[in-house]
């Protein structure tokens, strides 16, 4: 094993902060992982990890020494593929996370033609409703649908997602359809909820002065996916508030019907995300601009985050 290998070894271990994780996505045996981090470390003279039974954790050096990795494992990559051209340029392993609903209905469609185009990459896609670690699980992007956390992580704002209201059309024949929000008293909400037990925000909406209010709404079902969201309400459970891309099936065969387009919430806005890095590998960039393509066609233009000013 050349000491490049060991190094990219090195930064997964300290990224997941576990040498059987590290191993598990390297498709490694754990034995290879830790010689490779111990003759590392030997040939350093220093100790580069905190080893106990419960996490591994950088020492001081062992930070500074995978900050140099990164950036040089980053340039190593650009290097390899400056003077290549065409399809065959870009090679290596990408690994990104998106939630589900813009997976299955927006980006897999499309990805045969971006692994065509550049057949020598691969890359590992996790699709959850979690907010992953980028940093800590070796993530290269990823995908985040609303308002950001402050991190130190570098945003690439790609635009907005309009959300709709919506319920099933069985829903509707039963109990009518809601024309006003004082009509909203009579009616189910399913209440979207990422951890179980917490408050739900109710029924949002603008209000003409484009201030996001939030009227308190009955349901009988608390989901914390989208696949759940969206399952309760073709099963007719109730009002749902979804971005377009995630029901336009379902409203072009009339399964679901939008409703009260006078008071729509405001819309969430749509991030790229990606740690730190003095150079970007190429196969990140293209990337991403390749999602930027893909996702144009749903989103509303990007405009500095005025869309959010006045939310209360």
């Not at 020492?59 to 399809?87: H, I, N, S, V």
């Not at 971006?114 to 996790?126: D, G, K, N, T, V």
């Not at 570098?154 to 109990?175: H, K, Q, T, V």
Request: hydrophobic share 40%.
């Amino acid at each position: 094993m050349d000491q490049l290998d060991a190094m990219r070894i090195y930064l997964r271990v300290t990224e997941l902060a576990s040498f059987s994780l590290a191993a598990e996505t390297l498709g490694l045996p754990k034995a290879s992982v830790s010689t490779a981090v111990q003759r590392l470390e030997e040939r350093l003279g220093t100790r580069l990890l905190h080893r106990t039974t419960r996490r591994v954790q950088p020492t001081p050096d062992g930070q500074a020494f995978y900050e140099r990795c990164r950036d040089l494992l980053a340039d190593m990559d650009e290097l390899q593929q400056m003077f290549r051209a065409g399809p065959q340029a870009l090679s290596g392993r990408l690994r990104v996370d998106m939630s589900s609903g813009v997976a299955r209905h927006a980006v897999l469609p499309r990805l045969p033609e971006f692994l065509q185009a550049h057949p020598r990459l691969s890359i590992e896609f996790s699709s959850t409703d979690r907010k992953v670690d980028l940093v800590r699980e070796g993530f290269d992007c990823v995908l985040r649908v609303g308002v950001l956390a402050d991190s130190s992580l570098i945003a690439r704002p790609l635009g907005y997602f309009r959300l709709l209201n919506c319920a099933s059309r069985d829903y509707l024949l039963r109990y009518g359809e809601p024309t006003r929000l004082d009509e909203l008293a009579q009616h189910q909400l399913i209440h979207y909820q990422p951890i179980l037990g917490g408050r739900s925000t109710g029924f949002a909406y603008l209000d003409a002065a484009g201030v996001e209010r939030s009227l308190a709404m009955a349901g009988a079902i608390s989901v914390n996916n989208a696949d759940a969201y969206l399952g309760a309400c073709l099963a007719g459970l109730g009002l749902i508030q979804v971005p377009r891309l995630g029901v336009a099936e379902h409203l072009d065969s009339g399964r679901l019907v939008e409703l009260l387009p006078a008071y729509q919430a405001a819309p969430l806005p749509v991030t790229l995300l990606y740690a730190h890095r003095r150079q970007l590998p190429r196969r990140v960039q293209v990337f991403m601009e390749w999602m930027e393509t893909v996702l144009q066609p749903y989103l509303l233009p990007w405009d500095g985050g005025a869309s959010l000013v006045g939310q209360k």
